[in-house]
């Protein structure tokens, strides 16, 4: 079984269909890149998949169990998180104080949710950061943050929403090494993103979407050289050795 399984979802805002009649599985352990122009539709599919917007039709099914219109702090319960484009941490808490709130989903306790906060922010580099104002934090910290408040709430599914973009040449290389240890960790993750070095050299299967709609799913090597995906977001073919 499917861990994630999106069948038929279309999402309208007014005139415009944002998502069209989508489909697409994932299963368990793999990274599925999602990518596309400016305004495909790739973050409106995880404010569908996440519960912060309501679908007109299709089905969202986690593990088997419909999902679709539940809230999103249901279905953060349920396993499956997201760290958002912009990122959102509460401006006037530490970083510690940001990645406790998630660490509570899964631990009352607030000894325990300070444990599994700490340990995170240790995986992903911002131990030392943990009394600063999240407000005070550079984007390249604020991207490790908004991920390390993603894995506080112990997902089996993390949706990565553009946490590369804007990064320096070596904090994109230390997010690609952290996305791909997150992976080796038994987490299924789902990553939007631009950068195509992370997308290509991280992802087992790509989905392309344009205009809301899939024009292209397979592996980053066959992506790559597909001329609609070419012609739709590409421009030219990502040539794999030269970015090694
Ligand atoms: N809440 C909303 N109300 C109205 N239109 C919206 C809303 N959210 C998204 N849209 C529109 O839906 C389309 C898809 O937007 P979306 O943000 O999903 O694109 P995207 O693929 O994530 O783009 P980018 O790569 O720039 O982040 C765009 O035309 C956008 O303007
Ligand atoms: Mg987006």
Do not use: W
Request: proline share 4%; net charge neutral.
């Amino acid at each position: 079984m499917a861990l994630l399984s999106v069948r038929n979802l279309t999402k309208a805002f007014g005139g415009l269909t944002a998502i069209k009649d989508l489909s697409f599985e994932l299963q368990k352990g793999e990274i599925l890149g999602i990518i596309g122009p400016n305004g495909a539709g790739k973050t409106t599919l995880f404010n569908l998949v996440t519960g912060f917007y309501r679908p007109n039709s299709g089905t969202v099914h986690l593990k088997g169990e419909d999902i679709t219109g539940l809230r999103p702090h249901e279905i953060a319960r349920l396993g499956l998180s997201r760290t958002f484009q912009i990122t959102q941490p509460f401006a006037n808490l530490t970083v510690l104080e940001n990645v406790k709130i998630g660490a509570h989903c899964r631990n009352p306790s607030s000894q325990k949710a300070e444990e599994l906060a700490l340990q995170i922010l240790d995986s992903v580099g911002l131990f030392e950061k943990r009394d600063t104002l999240a407000s005070a934090l550079p984007v390249g910290h604020r991207k490790k943050l908004e991920f390390a408040k993603a894995l506080a709430t112990q997902p089996e599914l993390i949706l990565l929403d553009e946490v590369v973009a804007g990064l320096n040449s070596k904090e994109t290389n230390d997010m690609i090494d952290l996305i791909g240890k997150t992976q080796n960790q038994g987490i299924t993750i789902l990553l939007i993103e631009h950068v195509m070095k992370a997308i290509m050299s991280l992802s087992n299967r790509i989905v392309v979407i344009h205009y809301g709609e899939k024009i292209a799913e397979g592996p980053a090597e066959e992506i790559s050289k597909d001329p609609k995906v070419i012609e739709a977001y590409l421009g030219e073919e990502y040539v794999f050795a030269e970015n090694r």
